[in-house]
């Protein structure tokens, strides 16, 4: 009895592993492409479609609310329209592997209670992709919540410019997500063109952020890149809070009715070759350490760096202080040094170079006494060269009751680091006076 029962077993086995190659053997079944055309319904077609096929939208415009809860592609033919109807969210993804794309994405509900958005990816729809979309009248364009690995791409993203500030939606919003590529969108007329939180490991690269409250609102997130993105005409360009191992580089902030970018709290991170300028500050630092600021470009702000709270052992070399009214306002304890490697450049640096190796031969001193009342007699600035304002300098120099701690700078260089500097004077936020 038992070896029949052996031979049983083996013959079962053989029949089910016969069964599996059998099944392996037979391809998998195409994604099919569903067409949807005026007139006609694409949550409809959302519901047939099987996960992996792509539904394309032609040229109409398509009342209503859709719900993606299956991974499938989304396509628009010649920028349909998909109108929320001022309600609720435009378009909810509930799955992961959802790309939507070639869309106009248009009038979604107005209360920030529920985040309407013109897209909700909601809570594991990872991997989601929205790309070359057009965000018309939306709360917020994007809400993208503890979604990992999304990508969202070249959208024009217009917030609901006739609501104020406060009851504005934000362009993208990120919160609690991992390894997000926001690139090379279009945001404004929103409360804040981007806002991250708690969102680690992200690329913000070639984006356009302007005419909103911040460019960026950033906080407690770790080991993001924010590169190539322009910021102008907000209250704020980039503002980075609570945060470790950032990089942040080619950036321009300019033209921002506050700062340019604000460095808040900030660790062992790296900000190097942005050009900010025209700004009401140009860097407004605080609580910021052991940070390297190098290479950047401080041009024409009203304050170039505001420097305060305890902001210590960061390295800043190889900048560039040009025709700021002030270039530095800082209040401390002690002098600090910059620039004890290179030096950074300063434009009302009056040394001189007698040796001819590109640094000047006097420290440079900001805020001294003649910085102090060149600032409350602004005609004094006519008379800066002349014997009487540098003999009044050194005299500040040797006398340190007569100065207060500053920023000093041992190897002033005698040239700018980026001799294209010219181009970013007078880009000023419109004011009335």
């Not at 007698?354 to 006494?369: C, K, L, S």
Request: charged share 25%.
């Amino acid at each position: 009895m038992k070896p029949l029962t052996a031979l049983r077993n083996i013959a079962m086995a053989a029949l089910l592993a016969a069964s599996l190659l059998a099944m392996l053997a037979v391809p998998a079944a195409a994604a099919e492409v569903w067409r949807v055309k005026a007139g006609e319904s694409i949550q409809a077609a959302i519901d047939r479609a099987s996960p992996g096929d792509t539904i394309e939208v032609e040229r109409a415009r398509y009342f209503g609310h859709l719900l993606i809860d299956k991974p499938l592609t989304l396509r628009g033919i010649d920028r349909p329209t998909i109108d929320g109807e001022l309600k609720e969210n435009t378009i909810s993804v509930k799955a992961e592997d959802v790309t939507i794309e070639g869309l106009i994405i248009a009038n979604s509900g107005g209360d920030t209670l529920y985040q309407h958005a013109g897209v909700y990816i909601y809570p594991g729809s990872h991997k989601a992709v929205v790309r070359n979309c057009d965000f018309s009248y939306t709360l917020f364009g994007l809400w993208i919540e503890k979604a990992n690995d999304v990508l969202i791409e070249n959208n024009l993203i217009t917030g609901k410019r006739d609501f104020d500030s406060p009851r504005r939606g934000n362009g993208i919003q990120l919160y609690n997500t991992r390894r997000a590529r926001i690139i090379g969108n279009n945001i404004s007329f929103v409360r804040d063109a981007l806002y991250v939180d708690v969102s680690h490991d992200a690329l913000f690269r070639d984006n356009r952020l302007h005419h909103s409250r911040y460019g960026t609102h950033y906080m407690n997130a770790y080991d993001n890149v924010w590169e190539g993105n322009d910021s102008w005409m907000n209250r704020g360009g980039l503002a980075l809070m609570e945060v470790r191992r950032l990089t942040v580089r080619n950036n321009r902030a300019w033209a921002n009715s506050d700062h340019g970018i604000m460095l808040r709290t900030i660790q062992d991170s790296v900000i190097e070759n942005n050009v900010v300028a025209g700004n009401q500050r140009g860097f407004f630092i605080y609580d910021a350490e052991y940070n390297a600021l190098r290479g950047n470009a401080v041009i024409d702000n009203r304050v170039g760096i505001h420097l305060w709270a305890g902001s210590k052992n960061n390295q800043v070399e190889g900048n560039d202080f040009i025709a700021n009214r002030e270039q530095v306002r800082y209040v401390g304890a002690r002098d600090m040094v910059w620039g004890e490697q290179t030096g950074n450049y300063w434009s009302n640096y009056l040394g001189w170079d007698r040796d001819g190796d590109g640094a000047g031969d006097v420290r440079y001193e900001a805020n001294d006494m003649v910085d102090r009342l060149s600032w409350r007699h602004p005609m004094m600035k006519l008379l800066l060269a002349s014997p009487a304002v540098q003999t009044l300098r050194l005299v500040g120099q040797q006398f340190p009751l007569l100065r207060a701690p500053s920023i000093v700078d041992p190897k002033p260089r005698m040239q700018p680091h980026n001799p294209d500097w010219s181009q970013w004077r007078g880009r000023y936020f419109p004011r009335s006076e």
